[in-house]
Nanobody
Framework: QVQLVESGGGSVQAGGSLRLSCAAS????????MAWFRQAPGKEREGVAA???????NYADSVKGRFTISKDNAKNTLYLQMNNLKPEDTAMYYC?????????????????WGQGTQVTVSS
């Protein structure tokens, strides 16, 4: 059974940084495509960043230059380093696994999801 567990969320002031982690059990990151998504209250889910098995990445325009997605295959953990956070980054952040389209930011292409971790950025 695949389980994805996010951690690292919290409250931070604008301009601050957070690093999110997504640990997997019953799943091997090295062979699969992974991504981070977020959803703010009253808004649709948004793809934030994706990474493929070779380490190539894709980012939403809204986070380019501020967020970095990475993974540690030995630890089976996915990361999202978020710098220069803005109030509009406030959302629940989810990791997703087993993408069927490389580097996609469309949540419909991922088969497994974590439970989410809240990020709140105050101005």
């Amino acid at each position: 059974q695949v389980q994805l567990v996010e951690s690292g969320g919290g409250s931070v002031q604008a301009g601050g940084s957070l690093r999110l982690s997504c640990a997997a059990s019953g799943y091997t990151y090295s062979k699969h495509w992974m991504a981070w998504f977020r959803q703010a209250p009253g808004k649709e889910r948004e793809g934030v960043a994706a990474i493929d098995s070779d380490g190539d990445t894709n980012y939403a325009d809204s986070v380019k230059g501020r967020f970095t997605i990475s993974k540690d295959n030995a630890k089976n953990t996915l990361y999202l380093q978020m710098n220069n956070l803005k109030p509009e980054d406030t959302a629940m952040y989810y990791c997703a696994a087993e993408g069927v389209v490389a580097l996609s930011l469309d949540g419909g292409y991922y088969n497994y999801w974590g439970q989410g971790t809240q990020v709140t950025v105050s101005s």
